[in-house]
């Protein structure tokens, strides 16, 4: 399994950046619960937003109302959509997926995780 994150970047604040997660090495992606999680420096990995298999979202509430999880028909394709973005929104984003169709906010719960791609947000 493999999953690649793009689109981050460093923007200032109240800009807007879309991150994209590409999953490839494993069949029936669509069925499982997919994820995005951050890491900022110094602190714990934390769950920013999940999607279960039939578009059920979940968010963090540091990023209701700002952020937007969504994937593609075939399930193979990850989103993140950030709006309004905050210097706190800063960190290193990981797309992460689990080989199960019930969802979790927690990372131990998550299989499989892509490398990261980071994000700055300047005040």
């Known amino acids: 399994v493999q999953l690649v994150e793009s689109g981050g970047g460093s923007v200032e604040a109240g800009g807007s950046l879309r991150l994209s997660c590409e999953a490839s090495g494993y069949t029936y992606s669509r069925y499982y619960c997919m994820g995005w999680f951050r890491q900022a420096p110094g602190k714990e990995r934390e769950g920013v937003a999940t999607?279960?298999?039939?578009?059920?979202?979940w968010y963090a509430d540091s990023v209701k109302g700002r952020f937007t999880i969504s994937k593609d028909y075939g399930g193979n394709i990850l989103y993140l959509q950030m709006n309004s973005l905050k210097p706190d929104d800063t960190g290193t984003y990981y797309c992460a997926t689990r080989t199960y169709s019930s969802c979790s906010d927690r990372s131990p719960d998550f299989d499989y995780w892509g490398q990261g791609t980071q994000v700055t947000v300047s005040s």
């Open positions: 999607i279960s298999p039939v578009g059920n979202p």
